[in-house]
C-alpha cells in the first residue's frame, strides 16, 4: 500500500507550544482530534506539560484542585525507597496493589488551525483545561464527531479513581458546553458515529478488564449521545500479529458504499502500535465485514519510531476528500504528522469474511 507522509513532518512538536505556565515544560504535542469548521482544519491537540525541577533528585506532579481552581506540585525525592520511578510518565507506591500512581506531567487540549492541513497556527491558551475533580491528573487523546452544526468532542479524563470518557460540545471552538463523564472507569479510546444508524447513536469503546478479558474494542448505542448501553463486544485481540497486545478505536468512523471504515490502533506484545482498519455494516454496525491482517500505517520515519514513548503512529482523526485519506496521527507520544493513503487500496487490502 502506497503512503505519503507529509515532507513537513512533524507537523506539529512540543517546541511549537508555548507553555501554558512559565514554570512548566512542553514534553508533547499529540494524538489530536481532527475536524474541519469552515475554512479551517482543526487539529484538537493534547498538550502535555510537566513542572520544570531545578532539583535533578526531585521529581514533580501536577495534580489539578477543583476547589481551588489551580494546580498542586508535588515534590518526590528521586531516593526515596516508598516510590517507584522506573516509568517517567507515572510515579507508583512500591507495593501499592490498588494501582494508584501520580502523573509527572498534566495534559489538556489546546486548538491549532490550519487552511492547507500542513502548516498550523497554535491557539495562545487551552481549549479545555481540567475542570473537575474526574479530571484532577488531566484530559488526554480527544476525538471530534460532527453531527449537524454541532462538534461532539470526547476525552480521556484521568483522575485517582480512574480513567473515564467525557464528553463535551461546541459549535464554534471558542467556548463549550460540559455533559460529564459517559463512559466510566476504567475506559477509553471512545469514538462516536456521525450519524444516527436505525434510530440510534453507536460508539465503539475500550474497557480495560482487571479480572478476566483484554483491552478491546467494544460497541454501545445510545438515545442521546449521553447514556450507553446495549454494550457488545466487537473486535478481539490476535495472537501473532500486530495487534496482538491491545487495540483501540481511532478516527472517527468513515461511511463508504461498502461500509462504515474504522482506523484503529493494535499494539503488539512489546508495545510496537501500528494503525490497521474494520469494515462494518453500513445498517448493522455490530457486524464486521472486513478487516486488516497487516498495519495500514506502521513506525518506519525517524520521528515515529524515537521520541518520548518511541515505536508508535496512532490516529485521533482523519479526514476524507475523494479518494484521499488524510491521517492525522500522533508519534511517539510526541509530534503530530499526517500521511495520506488510498480509500480504495486501504478497502481492497482488507480481508473480507
Given amino acids: 500500500m502506497q503512503v505519503y507522509r507529509y515532507e513537513e513532518n512533524p507537523l506539529v512538536t512540543p517546541a511549537h507550544v508555548r507553555p501554558h505556565r512559565d514554570d512548566f515544560e512542553v514534553i508533547g504535542a499529540f494524538n489530536a482530534g481532527i475536524a474541519k469548521y469552515k475554512d ?29 481552581n489551580a494546580l ?29 500512581e501520580y502523573l509527572t506531567s498534566l495534559s489538556y487540549l489546546r486548538i491549532a488551525r490550519s487552511r492547507d492541513g500542513r502548516r498550523f ?50 459549535t464554534d471552538f471558542k ?60 473486535l478481539g485481540l490476535r495472537e501473532d500479529k500486530w495487534d496482538s497486545g491491545r487495540i483501540g478505536a481511532g478516527a472517527v468512523p468513515i461511511k463508504t458504499e461498502r461500509g462504515w471504515l474504522e482506523f484503529y490502533h493494535g499494539a503488539s506484545k512489546d508495545q510496537r502500535y501500528c494503525m490497521g482498519a474494520v469494515l462494518l455494516d453500513l445498517n448493522d454496525p455490530t457486524r464486521i465485514i472486513a478487516r486488516s491482517d497487516a498495519p495500514i500505517l506502521e513506525p518506519e520515519a525517524d520521528y515515529e519510531k524515537e521520541g518520548f514513548f518511541g515505536n508508535v503512529v496512532f ?3 482523519a479526514l476524507v476528500e475523494g479518494d484521499v485519506v488524510k ?27
Fill in 40 to 68: 479551517e482544519i482543526i487539529m484538537l491537540l493534547r498538550v502535555a506539560e510537566r513542572p520544570i525541577s531545578d532539583d535533578n533528585n526531585i521529581v514533580k506532579a501536577p495534580v489539578y484542585r477543583p476547589d481551588k
Fill in 315 to 317: 490516529s485521533c482523526g
Fill in 72 to 100: 498542586d506540585i508535588l515534590d518526590f525525592r528521586l531516593d526515596d525507597p516508598a516510590y517507584d520511578f522506573s516509568d517517567p510518565r507515572v510515579i507508583r507506591r512500591r507495593g501499592d496493589t490498588t494501582g494508584f
Fill in 327 to 353: 491521517m492525522y496521527y500522533g508519534v511517539s507520544d510526541t509530534s503530530m504528522a499526517c500521511a495520506e493513503l488510498s480509500l480504495n487500496e486501504i478497502l481492497e487490502s482488507l480481508t473480507y469474511d
Fill in 175 to 234: 467556548s463549550y458546553e460540559h455533559h460529564g463523564m459517559i463512559f466510566p472507569p476504567e475506559n477509553k479510546d471512545v469514538v462516536i458515529f456521525p450519524e444516527k444508524i436505525n434510530g440510534k447513536y453507536y460508539a465503539l469503546h475500550r474497557p480495560v478488564p482487571k479480572s478476566k478479558g483484554a483491552p478491546e474494542i467494544w460497541m454501545a448505542e445510545s438515545p442521546d449521545l449521553i447514556h450507553w448501553g446495549n454494550h457488545r463486544h466487537l
Fill in 121 to 170: 497556527v497554535i491557539d495562545d491558551e487551552p481549549f479545555i483545561y481540567p475542570s473537575n475533580e474526574l479530571e484532577i491528573f488531566g484530559v488526554e487523546d480527544p476525538r471530534i464527531t460532527q453531527i449537524g452544526d454541532t462538534y461532539y468532542i470526547y476525552f480521556s479524563a484521568a483522575s485517582p479513581v480512574g480513567v473515564g470518557e467525557a464528553l463535551v460540545s461546541t
